[in-house]
């Protein structure tokens, strides 16, 4: 196996950044965000903020995450905080709790010693790391760090930023700017290509075409990844507001279909219904984020994975002569098993993504009382939305089902007895009596 490549530690100085000649200043932090920090100085710690919240201030944008980075151990940072809990593994963290806000706090990260005996640190033969705690001064961290914009520090007591790889330049040219050689950082943790997708388009931000040629040829490295670190990821990528484009990105740079195998060769055609599906699933996500409501990662799981189950199921039927029932189960079953092993979804989601499956099939029995027992399954309105959903997509008798629930969850007592009536024997859902031979 041919050994991956390697690179020198880099070597940074920062630039400092005047307060005067930025925008961001002490306010744009929580309180809490503030009393960890003066906490640390207090201490004799160095301590700043940085990451996100300074990125995103200095983009106009409301900073949502505030991260703190210290010269502390993670031991030593607990010792200061009553409220403070270690976490992690590849690299250990510090959680500061207050309430529902947690401040996460971490060691400043160093390089790493190629003669080292001791099992702080760990790659594989891809090059990515397994283990990385390796803890050093802020010039390592920032050289540690994905991309420019990451590398910036704000100094809580002067309100100057320390800018440690011309941040500052990727900001106002809204360039996704690596940090060292391209190849390298993607094969030392394949999760930046789709963090590079996920500020391209949350920060309105373009990946340079030589950047984009190498996520291209390292996608596959995605499939190392623990599939528990992926649900988080995929949770960011495609349910925070920018789904639609988020997903395009990720088609564009061949992420997606290493985030979700089943789905390889299906995406290719834009009008296709795998593709239909998915982009107006993530357009009504989007559109419920923006108005506040509630949504679910089962339903992201349940609508992308829907065709590969229906097309493994109709495989089965045609092969295995299974009826319809056993077969969608048989589906189900194997395509999550799949996905698991890629994205550790929650069963408390799968659960979800099973039941809106076998409900698709149920939904189109509506004779006798069984409409109004669905009405009160507690699984009937993700199974109806995403009917409807299949319904936009595919039309013909489906969306003619979807109309009908749509009509007999608005209709009176009498109306829907009607409508259950006016169905007659040509609903595809009537019973088949049985003929039983007279006794003898």
């Given at each position: 196996m041919a050994s991956s490549p390697t690179e020198k530690p880099l070597r940074l100085e920062a630039s400092i950044i005047k307060r005067d000649d930025h925008s961001m200043r002490l306010s744009d932090l929580t309180p809490n965000t503030q009393k960890v920090l003066r906490t640390l100085t207090d201490h004799d710690y160095e301590a700043y903020a940085v990451g996100g919240c300074v990125r995103d201030r200095l983009l106009g944008l409301t900073p949502k995450d505030f991260d703190v980075v210290t010269n502390a151990t993670p031991e030593q940072i607990k010792a200061c905080f009553r409220n403070c809990r270690l976490i992690g593994r590849r690299f250990r963290l510090a959680h500061i709790t207050f309430g529902r806000e947690i401040i996460e706090v971490a060691t400043f990260r160093g390089h790493h010693d190629e003669d080292a005996k001791d099992n702080l640190a760990k790659q594989s033969s891809d090059g990515q790391l397994i283990r990385d705690n390796i803890f050093g001064n802020i010039e390592e961290d920032a050289a540690r760090r994905d991309f420019s914009f990451n590398a910036m520090y704000f100094d809580a007591r002067?309100?100057?930023?320390?800018?440690?790889?011309?941040?500052?330049?990727?900001?106002?040219?809204?360039?996704?700017?690596?940090?060292?050689?391209?190849?390298?950082?993607?094969?030392?943790?394949?999760?930046?290509?789709?963090?590079a997708a996920r500020f391209s388009v949350k920060l309105n931000m373009i990946i340079p075409d030589k950047m984009q040629a190498i996520i291209k040829e390292h996608a596959h490295l995605l499939a190392n990844i623990p599939p528990a670190r992926l649900f988080e990821e995929v949770s960011k990528l495609l349910l925070s507001g920018n789904g639609v484009l988020t997903f395009k990105c990720l088609q564009d740079l061949g992420l997606f279909k290493i985030l979700f195998p089943a789905l390889e060769g299906s995406l290719h055609d834009p009008k296709g219904k795998e593709y239909?599906?998915?982009?107006?699933?993530?357009?009504?996500?989007?559109?419920?984020?923006?108005?506040?409501?509630?949504?679910?990662?089962?339903?992201?799981?349940?609508?992308?994975?829907?065709?590969p189950m229906e097309e493994r199921a109709q495989q089965l039927i045609f092969?295995?002569?299974?009826?319809?029932?056993?077969?969608?189960?048989?589906?189900?079953?194997?395509?999550?098993?799949?996905?698991?092993?890629?994205?550790?979804?929650?069963?408390?989601?799968?659960?979800?993504?099973?039941e809106m499956w076998t409900l698709q099939s149920r939904l189109s029995r509506r004779f006798g009382k069984r409409p109004y027992q669905l009405l009160t399954h507690p699984r009937f309105r993700a199974a109806y939305d995403f009917l409807l959903l299949r319904g936009q997509?595919?039309?013909?008798?489906?969306?003619?089902?979807?109309?009908?629930?749509?009509?007999?969850?608005?209709?009176?007592?009498?109306?829907?007895?009607?409508?259950?009536?006016?169905?007659?024997?040509?609903?595809g859902s009537s019973r088949r009596k049985k003929s039983r031979k007279p006794r003898q």
């Open positions: 002067t309100e100057n930023i320390l800018d440690f790889a011309d941040g500052m330049h990727a900001i106002t040219t809204r360039s996704i700017e690596m940090i060292g050689d391209s190849e390298i950082r993607f094969r030392e943790d394949p999760v930046r290509m789709i963090r239909q599906l998915i982009t107006k699933m993530l357009h009504n996500t989007d559109e419920r984020l923006a108005s506040g409501q509630r949504i679910t990662p089962a339903f992201l799981y349940a609508t992308v994975l829907w065709y092969d295995g002569q299974l009826s319809p029932h056993d077969a969608s189960n048989i589906a189900t079953g194997e395509i999550i098993h799949r996905q698991v092993q890629r994205i550790m979804v929650p069963k408390r989601f799968t659960i979800p993504v099973r997509v595919e039309g013909g008798n489906l969306l003619e089902l979807a109309d009908w629930w749509t009509q007999f969850q608005e209709a009176d007592a009498d109306l829907r007895a009607a409508m259950i009536k006016a169905l007659g024997g040509n609903s």
